[in-house]
């Protein structure tokens, strides 16, 4: 089958394209890409006003599949992830079971090939159990296909193990997605520490929490060789260690999620637990440096966290709720409205940061391009369509979003994966 995209503005990291071309996919590659292409289409789409970018990739997503599957399941979050122009997802382990072998891999890949939508990819839990006491099979699980490994939702406190880990991984070649966090520190906070926790009469969560095992993780990628990617980075000293940590020459990356670029702990409506997330949310300071480290290309890649939860469980105390909100099916709207449209960054960087760097980290050598012969991956997306967020026009089961309400700028029009359109705003 072939697709003509006509007449959009085309912006492609690989090959530096930013201007306004045709893109023809034929079967599941991209065929060529230039103006006025000629030639006959099954499948004409116009996308004049719009960007046409390489699909978008998100490296962290919480399918909840398999055991959480009231929450969300491989089906439901690879709808969203179409709907919000991701073609393709790196899903955390933190499952029930924890992802920690072959086999539990092997079932979330058989579950998405029957959903036949995006591509999606199984991270491996870094210990059994997620315990943080004896590794899993992690060379067993990158032969059965995981692009990563991560403990995400925890840091792995005892270092040995990690640094163990992390050997493993600088020999197989994949980067480990860390989830930076002080178990010992937290304290049961549940909100930033600031004028604010103490305003509301909640425990905070303080900076140190994050930042000193951003410090030893980067410490312990230097000495193994290891790629390090920090995930959902939140302070501003994360950002100068990373930054510190590229100068230095260490085999390292970072991610923003959209709600710590948007929101600090100023915005956070009392009671409301649609703004409990993990890490918390930050003052203006920490949101600044992290807006500075996405102009100034500190940080790599825009992931969502894309984590969901039941209206019941987000439904109790600030203090007992679960950390986590959806973000698959916003983040685009984010992107343009907080970071383009503000000039914080470029439609360039946002094609990079979404997708082409995090193509590069995973060594995904297909995804992240619109160059011809690679994968015929491809969002279109209205970046002037304005409209108001509602969780009712979710597809993901997950509702927990403190952006229900809001006006943004940018909308996806049309998702193709594999040469398939799996998403068109109707």
């Keep these: 089958m072939k697709i003509l995209i006509k007449n959009g503005h085309v912006i492609d990291p690989d090959t530096k394209l930013d201007q306004v071309a045709d893109v023809l996919l034929e079967d599941d590659k991209i065929q060529e890409v230039k103006e006025n292409i000629k030639e006959e289409a099954d499948r004409v789409i116009d996308a004049r006003g719009c960007y046409v970018m390489p699909g978008l990739i998100d490296m962290h997503v919480h399918l909840r599949d398999p055991g959480l599957t009231h929450k969300e399941d491989v089906f439901t979050g690879s709808k969203a992830a179409a709907r919000g122009g991701v073609t393709t997802l790196v899903a955390m382990p933190n499952t029930k079971p924890v992802i ?18 995006v591509n999606v990819l199984q991270a491996g839990a870094i210990t059994q159990g997620m315990k943080g006491e004896e590794l899993s099979d992690i060379e067993g699980m990158v032969r059965a296909g995981a692009p990563a490994i991560s403990e995400d939702g925890k840091s792995v406190m005892n270092a040995q193990i990690y640094k163990e880990a992390m050997q493993i991984a600088a020999r197989m070649n994949i980067p480990v997605l860390a989830h930076c966090e002080d ?161 914080w960054i470029t439609p360039m960087q946002m094609a990079e940061k979404m997708s082409y760097n995090p193509a590069k980290i995973l060594h995904l050598a297909n995804k992240g391009s619109l160059k011809p012969g690679k994968d015929a991956d491809v969002v279109v997306i209205d970046p002037k369509e304005s409209y108001v967020i509602d969780v009712k026009d979710f597809v993901s089961k997950g509702k927990n979003t403190p952006f229900h309400g809001k006006k943004v700028n940018g909308k996806v029009k049309v998702t193709i994966c594999g040469g398939r359109v799996v998403y068109e705003d109707k």
């Design 183 to 343: 178990i010992h520190m937290v304290n049961g906070g549940c909100m930033n520490e600031d004028t604010n926790s103490e305003k509301f009469g909640l425990p905070g969560i303080c900076n140190a929490v994050e930042d000193t095992i951003v410090a030893r993780d980067i410490l312990i990628a230097k000495d193994t060789g290891c790629h390090l990617h920090l995930c959902h980075c939140s302070t501003k000293d994360s950002e100068v260690m990373l930054r510190l940590a590229k100068e230095e020459g260490i085999s390292v990356s970072g991610e923003v999620c959209p709600h710590h670029f948007t929101l600090t702990s100023d915005d956070i409506v009392e009671g409301d637990t649609n703004y409990k997330m993990n890490p918390p949310l930050r003052t203006k300071e920490d949101r600044q440096a992290l807006l500075e480290g996405l102009k100034n290309d500190v940080f790599d890649v825009i992931s969502t966290d894309h984590a969901p939860h039941t209206m019941v469980e987000k439904g109790v105390s600030m203090k007992s709720a679960p950390f986590g909100i959806v973000g698959l099916e916003t983040s685009v709207s984010l992107t343009i409205t907080e970071l383009v449209d503000k000039g």
């Design 100 to 117: 920690d072998n072959p086999e539990r891999l092997s079932y979330v890949k058989n579950k998405a090939t029957q959903c036949n939508l």
